[in-house]
């Protein structure tokens, strides 16, 4: 048996699902306050896990005696310069800080990771019995490659390369596709088995 | 018109409907359909099966609430596979959801206590911190620059498992479970490429595609969508919700298949009629 | 002034870059401390700024209020929705913690609930728009399609136990052709990427360190 707050909320979330669903047959009023609850919901979730991650982190470690703590606190509240426009320019100071640090770690495994192992895995892969699917990556990545050459007219040779690139890259988008529409076809049997739960609930299943 | 040509002009409320029922009749009529392994599933398996005894894996948990239905048989089945072979864990939040999917789904649908788990000594949880790729970075090359406390607020040096325990050289296997379908690089930056820490993720359907170039040389294996979570659930004898989920999904995708068949069919009569009219 | 405003912004992008680059590239000590205790400041510095996110969907719904308020009351009532959830939730954080039966009421039925719904709609509104677009018309479209549609029969269990070879076909789908012009795409994009990250180092990205 479901206690009555456990069924309230089923009730208030089977409510929420059609209100979103309903959308599909036009914008309406109940659609827009599902709309506005969620937003509500989770900015309060964000907030309460994001200020426990600043007390503990931060403010805690700063309280035991870690006094560099006081600096990205102080950038972190330097970020809301940008809500008066007379000091907006102090939050540069912040957003450099992530902008550098994110560049930095990203351009230092992007050399190896994603380009030289890449292209390597590709040619190895050709010499070492990789058989005709090995040759027939080597073709897409190269090919691939071509149609992101924007600094040469895909003409001649380049172009019928850029061509061939594009079919590859059609056939990635189309699994990319087919994983979504998968993907979104899973979400709608979660919320219509959540409403099935509900109303097994509601008949003292 | 020709009945050919009206086959591209039916309006899509009847996409809708069909798509609709079809969908929930299996969830009260269920079929029963069988699924087949996928080699990225039973390479993802292997790479866990492979593991020494008392081996440590890093759960990186990057799961989303919303996205619980296309996640949950992924990670409910892999939790399962390595409790029941005895591995250390260490999960750490990457997400706000995180902590509360894993303090619901931990406390309540997979119980490692079940399996002769003692918390603190074989597994711990450490919750969320806003990692991104530098949090990634922080982590693997010392993980108290990021976690002082578990999520119990517990400090890490009073955790058993925890004692001499700071980095990647500790860790014989990476669980990275994004959402997020370019997340997998901030794993093969921060992890494989610096430490060739031994990486498998899990990730959506859509994501799976992107994930692929990188498998099998930098990541062992991959779980993409809902449907490699059944094929895990199968291939390791873990029952779990990914099965249920099968048969509607099956039923649910063919009138969206049958109206693209349509949308081509009513295209080439279109054409062919304007060609012999010419 | 200036030097404040725009060079000093630079510089400090410059400096952690580098010193970000220099750790992943040595076996120097100092680079290593460093770069850990560099990389954990931004988790700090995105957790304080959230605040900014609420702020500003306050001020958004605030001026979406203003622009149809004359429309009728239900426009006060999605003014007010979202400070009562937000209230209610965030009072049930505070009180009772995060890991209260009374805040995951609200976590479950209310946060999970419409997010997931929001990705179930994607699915019809994706299906109406393939029946429209998903048409070979050209040799391209034809990819487009026989990709999709080949590893969409893969992923179905349906169609593994009716279709013979679809599911070789559709894993050939996924780990040739895909890998292929996957790989490509990702090679593309790293060295896009490299020019981008360099070019801001290098302090020739104004709008990544001007946008305030």
Redesign the interface.
């Known amino acids: 048996m479901v206690g009555t707050?456990?069924l309230l909320?089923?009730a208030?979330?089977t409510f929420?699902?059609f209100s979103?669903?309903s959308?599909?047959w036009k914008d309406n009023?109940f659609f827009?306050?599902?709309?506005?609850?969620?937003?509500?919901?989770?900015?309060?979730?964000?907030?309460?896990?994001?200020?426990?991650?600043?007390r503990?982190?931060?403010w805690?470690?700063l309280l035991n005696g870690d006094i560099?703590?006081v600096?990205?606190?102080v950038?972190?509240?330097l970020?809301?310069?940008?809500?008066k426009k007379s000091i907006?320019?102090l939050?540069?100071?912040?957003?450099?800080?992530?902008?550098?640090?994110?560049?930095?770690?990203?351009?230092?495994?992007?050399?190896?990771?994603?380009?030289l192992?890449?292209?390597a895995?590709?040619i190895t892969d050709v010499f070492n019995g990789g058989g005709i699917?090995a040759m027939?990556?080597?073709?897409?990545?190269?090919?691939?490659?071509t149609?992101?050459v924007f600094t040469k007219e895909h003409t001649g040779v380049v172009g019928k390369s850029a061509s061939i690139?594009?079919?590859?890259?059609?056939?990635?988008?189309?699994?990319?596709?087919?994983?979504?529409?998968?993907?979104?076809?899973?979400?709608?049997?979660?919320?219509?088995?959540?409403i099935?739960n509900f109303l097994t609930a509601l008949m003292g299943g | 018109m020709s009945i050919l040509r009206k086959l591209g002009k039916i309006d899509y409320r009847w996409l809708y409907i069909t798509s609709l029922i079809l969908t929930a009749i299996p969830l009260f009529v269920p079929i029963g359909l069988s699924v087949t392994l996928s080699e990225p599933v039973k390479d993802y398996y292997a790479a866990i099966q492979a593991l020494p005894e008392d081996s440590v894996i890093a759960v990186s948990f990057g799961g989303s609430a919303a996205l619980l239905d296309e996640q949950e048989a992924q990670f409910l089945a892999t939790w399962k596979t390595i409790f029941s072979l005895g591995h250390k864990v260490i999960f750490y939040s990457t997400t706000e959801d995180g902590p509360m999917i894993l303090r619901d789904h931990l406390g309540k649908k997979v119980i490692p206590e079940d399996y002769g788990y003692t918390y603190g000594v074989d597994y711990v949880e450490l919750g969320f911190s806003p990692l991104g790729e530098p949090g990634q970075a922080s982590f693997a090359a010392n993980i108290r620059g990021v976690y002082q406390a578990d999520s119990r607020g517990t400090p890490l040096d009073d955790l058993p498992m925890m004692i001499g325990f700071n980095n990647f050289e500790n860790i014989d296997l990476l669980i990275y479970e994004y959402t997020s379908c370019t997340d997998i690089e901030w794993a093969i930056r921060q992890w494989t490429v610096p430490y060739q820490t031994k990486v498998i993720a899990t990730t959506l359907g859509c994501c799976g595609p992107m994930a692929a170039p990188y498998y099998p040389s930098q990541i062992a294996g991959f779980l993409s969508g809902s449907g490699a979570g059944t094929e895990l659930e199968v291939l390791s004898g873990n029952p779990g919700p990914g099965a249920a989920m099968s048969d509607s999904k099956s039923i649910g995708i063919l009138p969206q298949l049958i109206f693209i068949a349509f949308g081509n069919i009513a295209y080439f009569a279109n054409k062919f009629s304007k060609e012999d009219e010419q | 002034m200036s030097t404040l405003k725009k060079e000093v912004p630079k510089l400090i992008v410059m400096v952690f870059g580098i010193l970000m680059i220099l750790g992943s590239y040595t076996t120097i000590p100092i680079f290593d401390t460093l770069n850990a205790e560099l990389t954990s400041w931004t988790m700090t510095i995105s957790a304080v700024s959230v605040w900014l996110g609420a702020v500003y969907a306050t001020y958004a719904n605030y001026q979406l209020y203003m622009r149809n308020r004359k429309e009728g009351i239900e426009h006060l009532i999605y003014f007010v929705v979202p400070f009562l959830v937000f209230g209610l939730q965030f009072g049930a954080g505070i009180l009772y913690g995060v890991e209260s039966s009374q805040y995951l009421w609200y976590f479950a039925h209310i946060y999970t609930n419409i997010g997931a719904a929001v990705y179930a709609v994607m699915f019809f509104t994706l299906a109406s728009s393939a029946y429209r677009t998903f048409i070979a018309s050209s040799w391209d479209a034809f990819a487009l399609l026989a990709g999709g549609l080949i590893y969409t029969l893969r992923q179905i269990p349906l169609f593994q136990a009716f279709i013979p070879g679809i599911v070789g076909a559709g894993e050939w789908i996924m780990l040739v052709p895909n890998v292929g012009g996957g790989r490509g795409a990702v090679i593309a994009a790293a060295l896009g990427a490299l020019a981008l990250g360099i070019r801001t180092l290098m302090g020739k990205e104004a709008t990544v360190t001007e946008g305030a």
């Open positions: 707050m456990e909320g089923m208030l979330g929420l699902i979103t669903l959308m599909l009023p827009r306050v599902g709309q506005m609850a969620v937003m509500g919901s989770s900015i309060a979730h964000f907030i309460l896990l994001n200020m426990q991650t600043v503990d982190n931060a805690t470690p560099l703590m600096i990205p606190l950038l972190g509240l970020m809301y310069a940008r809500l907006a320019w939050s540069r100071y912040p957003s450099s800080v992530l902008i550098g640090i994110g560049t930095g770690v990203m351009i230092a495994g992007t050399v190896s990771g994603q380009v192992d890449q292209i895995i590709t699917n027939i990556i080597a073709i897409g990545v190269v090919t691939s490659i149609f992101f690139g594009r079919k590859f890259l059609m056939i990635s988008l189309g699994a990319n596709w087919s994983g979504e529409i998968v993907w979104y076809l899973t979400q709608l049997v979660g919320r219509l088995m959540y099935k």
